[in-house]
Every structure is written in C-alpha cells, then in structure tokens.
C-alpha cells in the first residue's frame, strides 16, 4: 500500500487556515494601509498606525489589556499547581472533585462572566449577604470589582476559566509521567520542597508554558467579557477595535485595522517566543534522559 | 482546599440558577421572588428555541467540517516527521492564538466579496479556522502514540483503504477523538463576536440573544437562556467523560483493538 504523500494530507487543513485565516489577516493588514480607500484623498502608508501608536487611548488600552493577561494567567498557573497537587493523592472526595476541576471548562466564558457580574457588582449577591451580615452600611460601601479600572471582575472571569484548563494539563502529568521520577528523587534523599521545586516543576513546566500561552492570548484579545464587565475608560484593545470598527466615521477604518494588526504581531511574537523556548526545554529534557 | 475549588464551581452557576427563577430581585434582599415568569417567557418565545436550533446547526456543521478536513494533517503531523514541520504546527496553532477581533474585520470584507456574508454558510465557515487549532492538535497528540505497523497488518490482510479508516485508525484514536470534537464544539458554541459581524441579522445563535438580554437589565430572562444555553455542552461533557480521563487520551482505543 503506498503511503500519501504528506502534502496530500496536509492540504486540506492548510488550506483552510490559509483561505479562511491568513488572507483575512492580509486583507486586514492592507486595509490597514489604506489600499482599497474608499475615501479619494489618502494615500496608501502607515498613516493609520502612527495615528494609533500616538494616541493616548491606544496606549492606555495595551496597557490595560497586558495588565489583564498577566495577572490572570499568573494567579490561574498558581492555583492550578496547588489544586493539581492536591488533587493528585487520594483524598476523599476526590472523584467528585475531578468532576468539579473539569465543569468550568465547558461553560463559555461569558456565562461565568455574567454570574461574576451577579455576584460582585455593588448591587449584587454577595454585597448583600455583607449588607445583611451588618459588614457594609449600603450598596456604594462594598468595593467597585466591576466596570472598574482595573478590570477585577474581569481577572476574576478569566481565572475561574482558566485555572481548570491549566490544571487539567499539569494533573495528567503529574499522575502520569512525573512520578516515577519523583519516586527516584525521594529514594535518593530529596524531600518535598526539593523534589517539588527540582523534578515535579521543570517536568511541569512545558505543559503549563503551553496551556498557559493559550490562556494569556486569549485574556489579551478576548472582546466578550471586557465587553459585558468592562468600564467605558479604558477598554481592552479589542474593544478599541470594535469600536473603531464601526464608526460612523469611515476614516476611523484603517485604525481599526491597524489596531488589530498590533494585537495580531504580538500574538505572533508571542507564539515564537513560546516555540523557541519549548524547544530548548525539550532538548534540555532529551539531554537530562540521557 | 478542595472547599475552594467547590467554591469557584458552585459561584459558576448558582446564581444563574437562583436568578432565573426570580420575577425582581432587588437590592439588598438576600432571596427573590420566586417566579417562573422568566421560563414561561423562554419557552413561549420562538425566538429562543429557534436561537437554540440555530446555535446546534452551527456549531455541529463546524465540528464535522473541522474533523474531516483537519483528520489527515493531524494524522500527518502525528505519524510523520518532515521538513518545514515546526512551520506547519506554528500555522495550525495560529487561530488559536490570534484573537477574534483580528480576523473577523478582514473575513468580513472578504466574505462580502464572496457574498456569504450574513448567511449560514459564512458563518460555519467563519469558526471554522478556529476550532481547527484544537481539532489538530488533540488529534495529533492521540497519533504521536499511534503504531501505523496497525495498518500495516490491516492492508496485508488486504482491508481497502477506507476500511483501514474505519475499522482501524478511527477506533484506535476515538477517545481522542472525542475529546476533539467537544473542544471544537465548545468553541464554536461560545462564538459571540465571530457570528455578530459575519452573521449579523440573518443568522441568530443563542450568544447573540444572550448577549442582548444581559445588556438588557432583566436578569431573570437572561439567566434561564443562559441555563439552556450551558445544558447541552454539559450534557456533552457527561457524555464524553469517560474519554476524558488521562488514560484514555494518551493509550487511545489500542486497548480495545
């Protein structure tokens, strides 16, 4: 039986991303650029991206996007460790558990978005069970976690999402391929901080790199749930986009592209950055199994 | 510590629960006027089921469309090491990674062009380079454990090439699979920005009507469409659990062969 070829089988797949991926990008990037105006007095150049590079709004808006990515991402990798770890030994409870770990994972990102916005905005759940338990005296004693200008309630949203999808990715290794080498660490007189910080989190590392660039690139781009939670001042880039995007001012176009087209190149930048540091850990790994 | 993880869970979904059978819930009470006024209301309005019928077909189309044009370059990807392959894994992995909002504004030019915009077609094709990342790679990491010597006995054994497909490769990666096509499912589901500027008015899914009645200030409503709306990927991730477990992903089916 002859084999296909390989371009065969990559064709199908390829060509998809390209036809419905790649050309939109391009198109948005000559958009960009002014080509195809409809308006007759601008010239195709950068114009639009220097207009966007100087602007207060779209420097506040990065800024407070990157803000947003970080912190999730940060505190979702350190409760997925601590959950994961725990969740690893036989505890009781622990089926259930496993359940509980996997549930966010299927419920769209603005329903949990819309249940945070129930539970923590001034008027909502749990500034009434203060308002009953006598701690807070009215609605506008219990802090502003939403429509605030650090994005709280937002942050929130996205860790309760993505910790579970972290998690899941450092569970299986950890009841899988790390503990023989855990065990080989303890024999050899390691104790827990030692192996943890020695074996169990460099095999980790990998995988958390992987889950969590997905996680990061999604809390910096995402236009649901900064939409649904998000102040007027600032908005995420996405929203900025949004909002340039349909302007009643056709000039406003072009920016709206070249916004977009900055999220996209640090999206790029940021899955090289994330291959060429997975590969190095991958041969550090081949390395230390010899 | 599991207390706090049951805590994240239940904030998830309790108050969408409590609030869907509220009629006015206002501040500061602690409990609301039980009502089912919120469910009359959704089961009445076609515009519900039909959003509901809506968001199936889509997201089904997206799954099945995804699963056989990213099968063989998952296969590929999985089985065979060949040059420019770092490339084609960093394009697979590309949707996954660049936001919605940078594509959508070009595909909605371009799909203008193509004129289906607003139309069923342009917006399964829309999620579909999208849901591609998960399909792909899922499916490759089921096929990096993938013996192909299986098929090799099975073509010696003189099974067609179809056969091989069907009674071979599918059962040994179908945890895999499975896994799949409820990442991709799951992503399609919750499209909200994509279906809004490529659909528009002519295609209705239920984040669209979702998102309008959040915005809208009748919470009750709002949390029973958001009860139906989160029913069936539950039901989905049920149903697939057994495939979920670390096992199941990395030996696959090869068990049951």
């Known amino acids: 039986m002859r084999q296909t070829r390989t371009w065969v089988m990559l064709l199908p797949a390829l060509l998809v991303i390209a036809v419905l991926f790649i050309m939109p990008l391009s198109y948005s990037l000559l958009l960009s650029l002014n080509f195809f105006s409809i308006t007759t007095h601008t010239t195709v150049g950068i114009q639009a991206y220097l207009n966007v590079l100087t602007s207060q709004s779209f420097l506040n808006s990065f800024v407070f996007s990157l803000e947003i990515a970080s912190v999730s ?12 770890m725990v969740l690893r030994r036989r505890v009781a409870g622990r089926r259930f558990a496993l359940f509980a770990y996997q549930f966010n994972i299927p419920v769209p990102h603005f329903v949990v978005a819309f249940s945070v916005l129930l539970l923590l905005t001034q008027t909502g759940l749990v500034s009434r069970w203060l308002y009953a338990l006598g701690i807070i005296s009215s609605s506008s004693s219990f802090p502003m976690l939403v429509f605030d200008q650090y994005g709280i309630g937002i942050i929130i949203t996205y860790v309760l999402k993505f910790f579970p999808f972290i998690g899941i990715a450092v569970l299986s290794l950890l009841l899988t391929t790390v503990g023989d080498y855990e065990q080989q660490a303890a024999t050899l007189g390691a104790n827990g901080l030692k192996r943890f910080f020695y074996v169990l989190l460099p095999m980790m590392m990998p995988a958390i790199l992987f889950s969590s660039i997905l996680c990061f690139a999604y809390a910096f781009g ?50 090289i950055a994330e291959y060429t540091q997975l590969t190095a850990m991958n041969k550090m790994a081949v390395k230390r199994d010899h | 510590m599991l207390a706090l993880l049951y805590l994240a869970i239940i904030a ?23 009502s089912l006024a919120a469910w009359d209301y959704v089961f009445q309005q076609n515009a519900i089921i039909v959003a509901l019928i809506d968001s199936i077909a889509v997201s089904s189309a ?11 370059a998952a296969k590929a ?3 065979r090491e060949f040059r420019g392959k770092v490339a084609v894994e960093l394009l697979v992995l590309l949707p996954a990674i660049v936001p919605a909002i940078s594509a959508v504004m070009g595909m909605s030019g371009i799909f203008t062009l193509l004129k289906c915009e607003n139309t069923f077609l342009g917006v399964v094709l829309a999620q579909i380079p999208f849901g591609m ?16 010597e299986y098929e090799q006995a099975a073509s010696t054994l003189g099974a067609s090439r179809w056969r091989t497909l069907i009674e071979v490769t599918v059962p040994a990666i179908f945890p895999a699979l499975v896994v799949s096509c409820l990442f991709t499912f799951v992503v399609s589901w919750s499209q909200y920005l994509l279906t809004l500027i490529i659909g528009g008015s002519a295609v209705n899914t239920l984040p669209l009507a979702l998102f309008a009645l959040m915005g809208s200030g009748d919470y009750g409503i709002a949390c029973a469409v958001s009860i139906i709306f989160i029913l069936p990927v539950l039901v989905l991730l049920v149903l697939s659990s057994k495939y979920l477990t670390t096992n199941g992903i990395s030996n696959g089916g090869v068990n049951q062969l």
């Open chain 1, 73 to 84: 991402t940060a505190m979702s990798i350190l409760i997925a460790i601590v959950v994961s």
């Open chain 2, 77 to 79: 990807l999985g089985t």
């Open chain 1, 222 to 271: 995402s236009y649901e749930v900064p939409f649904l939670l998000g102040s007027t001042y600032p908005k995420t880039l996405a929203l900025l986009a949004y909002q340039q995007f349909t302007n009643i001012n056709l000039n406003s176009r072009p920016e709206a592209f070249a916004i977009a087209n900055v999220i996209t190149l640090v999206m790029i930048v940021l899955v």
């Open chain 2, 12 to 34: 998830t979904i309790v108050p969408i629960i409590l609030w869907s059978f509220s009629f006015r819930w206002a501040y500061p009470s602690l409990l609301p006027a039980w």
């Open chain 2, 62 to 72: 997206v799954t099945l469309f995804t699963m056989v044009l990213g099968f063989t």
């Open chain 2, 133 to 148: 990342p998960y399909m792909i790679m899922g499916l490759a990491s089921a096929f990096k454990n993938y013996d192909m």
